[in-house]
């Protein structure tokens, strides 16, 4: 066994328990070039360890770096320094391209339907909403988003956009919320406007290099998840799970952070546990019986286990 693979088996052994995969193994042994080593080492341990190959191969070049910035390898270390992987300045509003601020802890955050949704909840004391309405028609979609940034007055709720950022802009929306193909589709002209209209930027991210990409354009918050199964929307990437949201936290604790994915009362605990200043919900409100009862029940467990 070669440097590389003992750097690698020595990541796995150290890591394999945290990350649910106590039975990692390497696959098949390959001689790598010694040129950068952590590197090799990182990339075929992660992938191990389940991460896909992006995320192995952000994880591995951020191993390097850590290596070299601190003159050792160390196995027991997960890189979690924002300098290791490129990300930028902290707090991200400082630099030249940041979106307006929202607060560092969001609170209980509720994913809804439509603007009745949407101002239901708003009165029923959840303290940021998001409008998530799907439809191809762009004047029902301008209608919708109206009638959203209209049910939240005379509330404090703050209100996200999903998607629509024209619309939101238009309404004079409190912030909009975009994902991983909506950057896809958006040129820094887009971005720009966005950001002249002042209002906030939150991003969806599924993993490492997700969450280096999103810090490139600045915004307001970053999202992660989905931390459980959900059976809401079809996710590229596995659930992520509570180990790797921690290990999320920590890198990006320059910006308000944002968990979602499959969250209920049940886990919500947990998940505050990571140190996650917001924790998304869908079904655990828009599914329950009494949803103005849930709502009070999830904020109730929110506020008692929030770090502060």
């Not at 998530?132 to 959203?148: I, L, P």
Request: aromatic content about 8%.
């Amino acid at each position: 066994m070669n440097d590389i693979q003992q750097m690698a088996q020595a990541i796995i052994a150290a890591h394999a328990t945290r990350f649910g995969d106590a039975d990692a193994q390497l696959d098949t042994p390959l001689d790598f070039s010694s040129d950068a080593p952590v590197y090799q080492a990182a990339k075929q341990a992660c992938a191990a360890l389940g991460f896909i190959e992006v995320d192995a191969q952000c994880l591995g070049l951020a191993w390097q770096a850590q290596s070299d910035r601190t003159g050792a390898f160390d196995a027991h270390a997960w890189p979690a320094e924002p300098q290791d992987f490129g990300m930028g300045g902290f707090p991200p509003e400082t630099r030249e391209r940041g979106f307006a601020t929202c607060p560092a802890r969001l609170g209980l955050y509720a994913v809804l339907p439509d603007a009745a949704w949407v101002g239901r909840i708003a009165r029923a004391g959840v303290p940021t909403v998001q409008l998530r309405f799907k439809s191809g028609d762009a004047q029902a979609v301008e209608r919708e988003v109206q009638a959203a940034v209209d049910a939240v007055q005379g509330t404090s709720a703050l209100l996200f956009i999903n998607d629509h950022w024209e619309a939101a802009i238009a309404a004079g929306a409190y912030g909009v919320h975009l994902g991983q193909e909506d950057l896809d589709a958006l040129g820094a002209t887009q971005l720009a406007r966005i950001r002249a209209a002042g209002l906030r930027l939150g991003m969806s991210t599924h993993g490492y290099a997700e969450m280096v990409r999103a810090d490139a354009v600045c915004p307001s918050y970053i999202a992660m998840g989905a931390v459980f199964p959900t059976t809401l929307k079809r996710m590229a990437t596995a659930p992520q799970g509570l180990a790797r949201l921690d290990a999320y936290a920590k890198l990006t604790r320059g910006y308000p952070q944002v968990a979602i994915g499959g969250i209920d009362a049940q886990s919500l605990p947990q998940v505050m546990a990571t140190g996650v200043g917001s924790a998304a919900v869908v079904r655990a409100i828009v599914g329950a019986s009494d949803p103005e009862a849930a709502c009070g029940r999830l904020i109730e467990i929110f506020e008692a286990n929030v770090r502060r």
